[in-house]
Antibody, heavy 116, light 108 residues
Framework: QVQLVESGGGLVKPGGSLRLSCAAS????????MSWIRQAPGKGLEWVSY????????YYADSVKGRFTISRDNAKNSLYLQMNSLRAEDTAIYYC?????????WGQGTLVTVSS | EIVLTQSPGTLSLSPGERATLSCRAS???????LAWYQQKPGQAPRLLIY???TRATGIPDRFGGSGSGTDFTLTISRLEPEDFVVYYC?????????FGQGTKVEIK
């Protein structure tokens, strides 16, 4: 069955960087677009980014454009999110999910806290 | 950007009752590109419905979706104890993908 395991979250100061990873198993990774979706504590959901199966098509929300970079390594069945110039408003649980239209399967999430 | 407004914010019902959750879009959602999710406390959202009315794999048939244009509905025909959680709608007919703010279904 589909398994998505995020890692790399933690506490970082404003202006700092983090790299999130998502290890995928139980499905053919190269068949799927992949996405990052975030949820601020006690708040709603925001689609952050998605990437096509080959990596040639990429989308970013305006709120992260120019600061975040999505990538994937199909040989390692892994998805990444490089987050630079982090702000307090980036504090959230970050989920990786299969798909780019809707989130078909989701990981358990990794918490990113941006605070001084 | 398509804004989704869910109502009510909180729905108080008893087990066995029927739940009707609304999702209204600020502009027409093309080709019924609307999904519904369920989120339990401390867990990731789970896909329930896509294409406005197609149940995702493994979703019980007490969950049903309907609607088109700007008005969509999630119906839970008979509430089970595990259904008293939060539900979100999400549109994928436009960019960016956007979510509603959620409806909490609580035990009356």
């Amino acid at each position: 069955q589909v398994q998505l395991v995020e890692s790399g979250g933690g506490l970082v100061k404003p202006g700092g960087s983090l790299r999130l990873s998502c290890a995928a198993s139980g499905f053919t990774f190269t068949d799927y677009y992949m996405s990052w979706i975030r949820q601020a504590p006690g708040k709603g959901l925001e689609w952050v980014s998605y990437i096509s199966s080959s990596g040639t098509t990429i989308y970013y929300a305006d709120s992260v454009k120019g600061r975040f970079t999505i990538s994937r390594d199909n040989a390692k069945n892994s998805l990444y999110l490089q987050m630079n110039s982090l702000r307090a408003e980036d504090t959230a649980i970050y989920y990786c999910a299969t798909g780019w239209k809707f989130g078909e399967s989701w990981g358990q999430g990794t918490l990113v806290t941006v605070s001084s | 950007e398509i804004v989704l407004t869910q109502s009510p914010g909180t729905l108080s019902l008893s087990p066995g009752e029927r739940a009707t959750l609304s999702c209204r879009a600020s502009q027409s959602v093309s080709t019924r590109f609307l999904a519904w999710y369920q989120q339990k406390p401390g867990q990731a959202p789970r896909l329930l419905i896509y294409g406005a009315s197609t149940r995702a794999t493994g979703i019980p048939d007490r969950f049903g979706g309907s609607g088109s244009g700007t008005d969509f509905t999630l119906t839970i025909s008979r509430l089970e104890p595990e259904d008293f959680v939060v539900y979100y709608c999400q549109q994928y007919g436009g960019s960016p993908r956007t979510f509603g703010q959620g409806t909490k279904v609580e035990i009356k």
